[in-house]
């Protein structure tokens, strides 16, 4: 079930806007027909992403761990690429997004969003 902490969200918009930021997105999908409703999300998601100047750097499926301990595989990842943080904060309020967050969310059973910042000098 996909929730939302609000605080966390509150923290990460009210923090400095001037710098893109990458949201990696960790996905289980539910297991009738989760996948298939995730890229018929994607395929509503994009140009909304588009008119918010924001895009998908990366996605892929995940294939087996390789390290031992407590981590755990994942179906997917997906990396969008946000040129500010209002950017994200606009078009989740955007009511076209709200639709396709629907879908969306109908097709994941877990997720992990994490805001993502540039290292200086990394890359």
């Excluded at 918010?52 to 499926?61: K, L, P, Q, S, T």
């Excluded at 040129?83 to 997004?97: G, L, N, Q, S």
Aim: hydrophobic residues 45%.
């Amino acid at each position: 079930m996909v929730s939302l902490s609000q605080t966390a969200i509150e923290t990460f918009l009210s923090e400095e806007d001037g710098d893109p930021v990458v949201m990696l997105n960790l996905i289980r999908f539910e297991a009738d027909g989760g996948r298939e409703r995730y890229l018929e999300y994607l395929g509503m998601a994009k140009p909304i992403l588009a008119r918010f100047g924001a895009g998908i750097v990366f996605g892929g499926d995940g294939l087996s761990v390789l390290t031992e301990g407590r981590a755990q595989g994942w179906d997917a990842v997906v990396l969008v690429r946000y040129p500010r943080r209002t950017a994200f904060k606009e078009m989740v309020a955007d009511p076209e997004y709200q639709v396709a967050f629907k879908v969306g969310v109908s097709a994941i059973a877990d997720i992990v969003l994490q805001p993502l910042k540039a290292i200086d000098g990394l890359v």
